[in-house]
């Protein structure tokens, strides 16, 4: 049963924009169960370059009010919170934590929230998986939800249109002599970690077979410091790449819902692709665990390499050298996508239509053993 009785509910979540994109299916949920409260959101405010949370979800009109602290493991970082929570005196607080917080962390957190004087915490003791493949985040967390009496399953992302977005997309397309009425793939080869980055010399391969093999445009997306190494590594061996760096999220969302797929590695483009219905090409490094991570959509094609250090979390690879990635082969991904794309491409042309147009994301629950 929903709760509608007038209360303050205040949803914590940390990360940048591919994690604040695979909650949104756990936000709504929240919503739909206090549908009458005051409900907030509290996350920290990302490194320069990286994307705030606010550009993500402000538009998505879920949360009534959207706070923010510069994060750090400072005593000011707390004092910064506890500030923020004496300010807005939430009745409760759910935390939806990284996939790879540990018990000690988890602890410690809850804690600070009772210190604080919060009635009611929720979301402290998430479930662990027994199982070799995990849910991917988006599932997790509604899974947490679930395991913590806020029923129902994973709701849609239901991204809206923003017309606003899409003509300033346009124009800054045109500026950059870049196409959008014929079918292209976004590419992204940046990634939040270098571990889970695959070498850009080969996908300059990878996209230059894949546009002289199905005659499709490549976009490729991502900041300023993305934009210079594709300039580098990728257009002196793929002169047909076009560049378009430094779009808002809005931009980047509308440009996502335009293509035909995404390809690239599993970074924050990757999760908005899946978002709003595009269908992925992956290249998953094996730094998290099988499913963790995977795109919420399909068709998506997933290319990983199974190591027997997966789920290692760490950020550079010097001991194994990288080889989870290293490993996978440009003859591997150019067999397995130009079908995968191909594929795409002829729905298109049996549908008559100018661009792809697929169902959403699946919204049917999953389970898991734990």
Known sequence: MRESEKRSVMVYRTGHMGDMVCSIPAFRLIRQHFIDSKLSLLCDQPAEGKVAAREVVEHLRIFDSILSYRSGNSITTGARLLRLLGKNHPDTVIYLPQVNSTEDQLRKHERFFRYAGIGEVKGFHPPRYDNEWHPNEPARLVHLLNSENIPGAKPAYDIPFREDAYRSLCQKARKAGVTLDQPFAAFCGGGKAETQKWPLDRYAVVLSKLASGTGIQIIAVGNSADAEAYRRNISPNFAGLQILNSLSIPELTELLRLATCYVGNDTGPMHMAAAVGCPVVVVMSARNKPGQW?????????????????????????????????????????????????????????????????????????????
Do not use: Y
Request: hydrophobic residues 30%.
């Open 294 to 370: 995977d795109p919420d959509i399909e068709p998506r094609l997933v290319i990983r390499q199974r190591t027997e250090c997966e789920g290692c979390w760490i950020v550079s690879c010097t001991e194994e050298q990288h080889r989870c990635m290293t490993n996978i082969t440009v003859e591997e991904v150019v067999s397995r996508t130009l079908p995968f794309l191909r594929g795409l491409l002829s729905n298109r042309q049996k549908a008559g239509e100018p661009a792809l147009v697929l169902s959403a994301p699946r919204n049917q629950p999953e389970t898991f053993s734990i």
